[in-house]
């Protein structure tokens, strides 16, 4: 933006303006140029003003004031400032007149503030590194304050009168502040800027983006808004990005200045951030360690875990979570995406990243059983399906537990469960409890009686499958899953009823299998696991 450009209502305010100024009425004409500040009498001091003027209405304030303020805007006045509250009458005759009206905290010094105002005109680039300076300043205290990411994002969208959002390297939210004009859009700003493929190109390398150190103006595709945008830089990486949002015509200089000292702000207050993080983590850890070797307590462990901010009451349940393949993402990645997931679950887990394995700690819903940690593994099996294509991962979930000291032994039926996961290559999270006729198959495994009683019972479907290149085993097998209903098996397999109905026909017909007989069923399904125990052993 030009340097020639006029000073704007907005700028002065964001510049010279005590930071609780309030703006009551027309606040998408804060964008006028302004051509001086005078200051004047409020029932008499209008003839002092001209066309461009930012007028500071000096008290008292009269019922006069009503007619002042159409008066004022036919004049052309740029906004109207005026000390105190005014009557619902004044706010609205404002607001029919399209008049920008200010309203200044009782202890301002009028005359003062138009000196300062005057010279921010005279003088502009000094008041904008003054005032983005002080914006700093504001910002460092509220981090040492521990007001958080929330609070700075609310000082600067206050001071800028833009929209503010700060993001993670993963484009998450973490605070925001929206501008009371684009409120309604909140949902579109959002979608639009959490998108990753709306990052501009220079900011997709964190490497890069950090020893560019640019703000970059970016059009969104939403009304007809811009943002800065600029990368937030700690130990050599962009670790997340600061937008600063408004309509095209409205950023200034100014903005762009606070968009650098905001970014800067954010990455002391997201390293600070880190750094607890990384305490508490080790903290974690220990007690994690200490719980799963028995070294703990029933108090003690109560103890500990209220200060991992982890409900020591209720039921629990141990998630484990590894790589399936030999060569995998760091488990670094894995410990950062199943902490962003599972932060969000109301009834509270506990995650610590143990060598080659992240272990979740699930506090489970009453009444629910093992549905609170089958949503959590889940969760975190469809985000890694997302985000590592071709990276599987292998979970195992343990059974509920009474008392916190029993999540030693759900975390150990955790690791045997996501053992049977990595054998039988699946990716969906394995229960323990539901795993009793695979931990007996497990013992056989090798035993030359195992494959005879699999090709006994359903031998001749699999050669006919493997030369004719159907699947019937896996049909039998779905059929069994979902208890011998057709229609929820037809479904499932993303196939007709009747072309259903045709295939199990077929397996009597190859098979000389009695699906009615109970003994039989048991045998076919014994059979089945035991092929797929077989089969993922071969591959």
Known sequence: MPEAKAITVQEIISLAFPSDTRVLSCEPLLNRAVTWVVSAAADDGAARLTAGDFALLLPPYSDELVKRIPQLAQKGIAAVAMVGQPSPAVVEAAEKAQEPLLVLPVSVNIRRLERTALALLLDRGAGMEQRAAQLYQQLTILSAENAGLEAMAASIGQTTGKTVLIQDKRFAILAAWLAPEWSAHRAEIEAWTTSPANLPEEFRDRRRAAQREAIIEQPLAVENLTRLVAPIIAKGMARGFFSLIGAADALTLFDRAAAERSAAAC??????????????????????????????????????????????????????????????????????????????????????????????????????????????????????????????????????????????????????????????????????????????????????????????????????????????????????????????????????????????????????????????????????????????REE
């Open 267 to 536: 990455a002391l207050e997201m390293a600070k951030a880190k750094a607890v993080s990384e305490a508490e983590k080790r903290i974690r850890g220990s007690f994690v360690d200490a719980l799963l070797a028995g070294t703990l307590a029933p108090p003690e462990a109560a103890q500990w875990a209220r200060r991992n901010k982890y409900d020591p009451d209720g039921r629990h349940a141990a998630v484990v979570v590894e790589w399936a393949n030999k060569d995998h993402p760091s488990y670094r990645r894995l410990e950062t995406l199943v902490h962003g997931l599972v932060h969000g679950f109301e009834q509270g887990a506990l995650v610590q990243a143990r060598e080659a394995e992240v272990v979740i700690f699930s506090r489970l819903e009453p009444r629910q059983g093992i549905e609170t940690a089958r949503r959590i593994a889940d969760s975190i099996r469809r985000q890694a399906n997302g985000e590592f294509t071709g990276d599987p991962l292998a979970m195992g979930i343990g059974r509920p537990v009474d008392a916190l000291i029993g999540l030693r032994d759900s975390y150990r039926e955790a690791r045997q469960a996501l053992f049977m996961a990595r054998r039988l290559a699946d990716p969906n999270p394995l229960y323990f409890g539901e795993l009793n006729v695979y931990r007996l198959l497990f013992q056989l495994e090798y035993s030359p009686e195992l494959v005879a009683f699999c090709n006994e019972i359903i031998g001749s479907l699999i050669e006919y499958d493997r030369t004719q290149g159907t699947d019937l085993v896996e049909t039998l097998t779905a059929y069994f899953a979902h208890k011998g209903n057709l229609s929820q098996t037809a479904e499932a397999m993303f196939v007709h009823r009747n072309t259903l109905l045709y295939r199990m026909e077929r397996i009597k017909e190859i098979s000389g299998l009695d699906l009615d007989n109970p003994e039989t069923r048991l045998s076919i399904q014994l059979a089945l696991r035991a092929h797929r125990l077989l089969t993922a």
